[in-house]
């Protein structure tokens, strides 16, 4: 069972902008229009989130902040503001490691790779760049069509093959372009979507995007072929403002402009028709082989290993050996 974990924020901190759930659990950090706050977990006290007592004067006074994220092992947080600044922290000490005060215009999604070592970002403006976080200095600027505008980004997971896939916009319809991390050369594009995708996830073993449009349709996309594998038309009444899957990637939590929230279950894997056949005739194969191999092995002495019944070699003449007749009785002489 899920317990609900509830705080009560005081009017003069004002309403929660943006918020990130730390990788090991033990907190969530939370910026409102001018402050920021992290808030503890304790899954075994009494009160389950408590503001902490932690300082982060760091953090505070830095305006409306339009995403934030913590890398992948906790070391890092990003945050990019609506006024197009980007700022890279080391985590708990909060000191800065990246300020670029003119990134974009404004600043859209921002995502650390795998090894955080890279951060990508897109601006409202259409953009999309990538940083190294090593170097901590812009390593490639993404060029798109004329037609196109870049929306949500995220890096890879599955720890194999290093892409970039981010949510691209024609017309009214919803693309999502892959990036090889080798060169940054565009692999290619897919129309996944009727419309504008407003939100982008990606689950942490990488095999599955989550998809949300401006309709308030959710789509769950197998990265493996780039197919939509489950479409939950309607999920909200407007826009898909985010989505998150779960740990083991068995559920999709969405969140709408119309102040809903809704956790979809994923289907499994479906058997179609032909795989069932093949699976079918592949078993009565491999049973008739066993079957072969043991009534082989039946038809000989497995100590001995004589030949038996019809394989034996043809049975030699008496006279082969015995001699001819009375030949025993001279050699003894009778």
């Known amino acids: 069972m899920c317990e609900t974990m509830i705080y009560s924020i005081s009017p003069e901190d004002g309403l929660p902008l943006r918020l990130a759930v730390h990788p090991s659990g033990d907190g969530v950090i939370c910026f409102f229009a001018n402050s920021c706050k992290f808030f503890e977990i304790n899954p075994k006290g009494a009160c389950k989130l408590k503001a902490s007592e932690r300082e982060l004067p760091l953090l505070q006074g830095l305006g409306i902040q339009n995403c934030i994220c913590f890398s992948g092992d906790g070391s890092l947080l990003a945050t990019g503001g609506k006024d197009g600044h980007l700022r890279i922290f ?33 601006g409202e ?24 505008k870049f929306g ?36 290619g594009l897919k129309k996944l979507a009727d419309a504008s995708i407003s939100a982008l996830a990606i689950s942490r073993d990488g095999k599955s995007l989550g998809l949300g449009t401006i309709e ?7 990265v493996r072929r780039m197919e939509v594998t489950q479409l939950i038309g309607s999920a909200h009444s407007l826009s898909v403002t ?23 279950r994923l289907k499994k894997f479906e058997w179609k028709e032909w795989q069932l056949y093949a699976m079918l005739l592949g078993m009565i194969a491999f049973s008739g082989l066993l079957f072969l191999l043991f009534f082989q092995s039946s038809l000989s002495d497995d100590f001995w290993q004589f030949p038996m019944g019809r394989e034996q070699p043809a049975r030699p003449p008496r006279e082969a050996i015995w001699g001819h007749p009375g030949s025993l009785d001279e050699s003894y002489g009778l």
């Open 152 to 187: 949500y980004c995220r890096f890879s997971r599955d720890g194999t093959q290093a892409f970039l896939f981010v949510s691209i916009t024609r017309g009214k319809r919803g693309y999502v372009g892959v990036w090889n991390m080798m060169d940054w050369s565009k692999l």
């Open 90 to 122: 080391a985590w708990p000490s909060c000191e800065i490691a990246l300020d670029e005060s003119q990134s974009h215009r404004s600043i859209q999604d921002i995502d650390f790779s795998l090894d955080s070592g890279y951060l990508a970002s897109t």
């Open 216 to 222: 308030g349709d959710v789509a769950v996309v197998l």
């Open 242 to 264: 985010g989505l998150e899957f779960s740990k083991h990637g068995r559920s999709l939590l969405s969140l709408g402009a119309d102040s809903s929230a809704r956790v979809s």
């Open 125 to 148: 403006e259409g953009a999309c760049r990538v940083w190294n976080i090593v170097e901590l200095e812009s390593l490639v600027r993404l060029e798109r069509e004329k037609d196109e």
